[in-house]
């Protein structure tokens, strides 16, 4: 696996099986023992240190309290009364927001296993 990074900053721009051409000063380099379970949403997570090696980064209470609020934001919308959605899909979304509510409350620092996203139903 290849990971495209930022010279100065080291992060994480992009991974692939092979390198492909780009006009970004990033620069691809050889990532032999990245994860096999390894997901484009989590470059975040990773950095290529100025010790020429790939870390998992400590994710922050911060960065997870601002997650859970961004995706409170996102869904407001679902919890309005006249937008016609299905009881049983008022009550997952009323859930979900509810877990974000309680990561905004007591942020945890680390990796969180987010919840999906509940299917939209309309009546």
């Known amino acids: 696996m290849w990971a495209l990074v ?3 900053d080291f992060k994480i721009y992009d991974v692939s099986p092979d390198p492909y051409s780009h006009t970004s000063g990033a620069k691809w380099i050889e990532w032999p023992d990245c994860p096999d379970n390894f997901n484009k949403n989590d470059m975040t997570k990773w950095r290529y240190s ?11 209470k911060e960065f997870n309290k601002n997650i859970a609020k961004q995706i409170i934001a996102d869904t407001d919308w679902s919890v309005l009364e006249d937008i016609g959605l299905t009881d049983n899909c008022k009550a997952e979304y009323i859930s979900y927001r509810a877990y974000m509510r309680n990561i905004i409350k007591n942020p945890i620092e680390g990796d969180i296993n987010w919840p999906d996203k509940p299917v939209t139903e309309y009546k």
């Open 50 to 60: 100025d010790k020429g090696i790939f870390v998992k980064t400590i994710i922050s």
């Open 6 to 8: 930022d010279p100065y």
